[in-house]
């Protein structure tokens, strides 16, 4: 019998990897915030996944924190910051040597979550699939993409990578994880905090690249400066391509933003502004864009961090 996946955090992406591998019928449970949020999911008998338009619903099973039975392998898929406490919650029923699957943007939680949990094994992991609600319970898939795992401490691939294999979910175990992170954390700090300055879609930044130049630029400086010079390679290159690539697109930050929600700055640009600081390394350009952002933020309402 294969082991239960236990899915923490109903969002675009745990739901993506909830529907899929339920689909290839592997044991998938979802875990919900409280009974409320519980019964609002039975009512919908399951989760739909949108594929080229086409809807399935697959009939995972949904439980509460407060549910007995113990959790051996758990795929964390909620924000960066809801990480930390999320996890806290489910405690008592981690087993021995649990394996938690982080799937946070930035930086910063995965290492707080494996601080906490020791005796853990705490996957990192970094995705490029494209997703969205378009209900509650309903996920369209948006953009085929890829997602890279791997374990800096404990570098031998999991077994369980089969299951990945057959619920069709395109992945690579990656023996230098932490390049695959500080990439995307560049990634997005290139990108993300402009579109929601500039309220734009990704495409948007074409008229804005002297700016993206130099931005490029000094995270180019701060990945060299902490350690991560493949991660730093033609950074601005691919900073390019991806504006392109996904021009017709939101960025993450952006629909946050737009939807009233808190942002993950804290693990993007914050961390890679306060890495700056612990290098004694000065971006004025990265930290005038921070300052700009937390301004808006605070403008609308939102949290700063």
Request: charged share 15%; with cysteine.
């Amino acid at each position: 019998m294969s082991t239960t996946w236990h899915i923490l955090g109903a969002g675009s992406l745990g739901t993506l990897w909830a529907t899929r591998l339920a689909r290839a019928g592997l044991p998938v449970k979802l875990i919900l915030r409280d009974a409320a949020r519980l019964a609002s999911y039975q009512a919908a008998d399951g989760l739909t996944l949108v594929e080229h338009g086409v809807a399935h619903t697959y009939p995972v099973l949904g439980e509460t924190p407060d549910s007995p039975e113990p959790i051996h392998r758990l795929l964390v898929a909620c924000k960066a910051y809801d990480a930390q406490s999320a996890v806290a919650h489910l405690q008592s029923r981690l087993a021995p040597g649990v394996e938690l699957i982080l799937l946070q943007n930035g930086l910063g939680s995965q290492d707080a979550v494996a601080a906490q949990y020791p005796q853990a094994r705490c996957i990192f992991a970094s995705s490029t699939e494209g997703a969205f609600r378009d209900g509650d319970w309903r996920v369209v898939f948006a953009g085929h993409g890829y997602t890279w795992l791997g374990d800096a401490s404990h570098p031998t691939a999991p077994v369980w990578l089969d299951d990945l294999r057959a619920a069709g979910i395109p992945h690579e175990w990656s023996s230098d994880i932490l390049t695959r992170l500080w990439r995307k954390l560049a990634l997005n700090c290139a990108i993300n905090p402009l579109t929601v300055l500039y309220q734009c879609r990704n495409g948007g930044l074409q008229a804005h690249q002297c700016e993206v130049a130099t931005l490029c630029a000094e995270l180019t400086e701060l990945l060299q400066c902490c350690g991560q010079p493949a991660a730093a390679q033609d950074l601005q290159t691919e900073v390019e391509r991806v504006i392109q690539a996904t021009a017709a697109n939101y960025s993450s930050m952006y629909q946050d933003v737009a939807s009233a929600r808190r942002t993950e700055i804290s693990y993007l640009l914050s961390y890679a502004c306060q890495a700056a600081a612990r290098h004694r390394l000065t971006l004025p350009h990265l930290q005038q864009v921070y300052t700009r952002l937390v301004d808006q933020l605070v403008a609308r309402g939102l949290p700063r961090d």
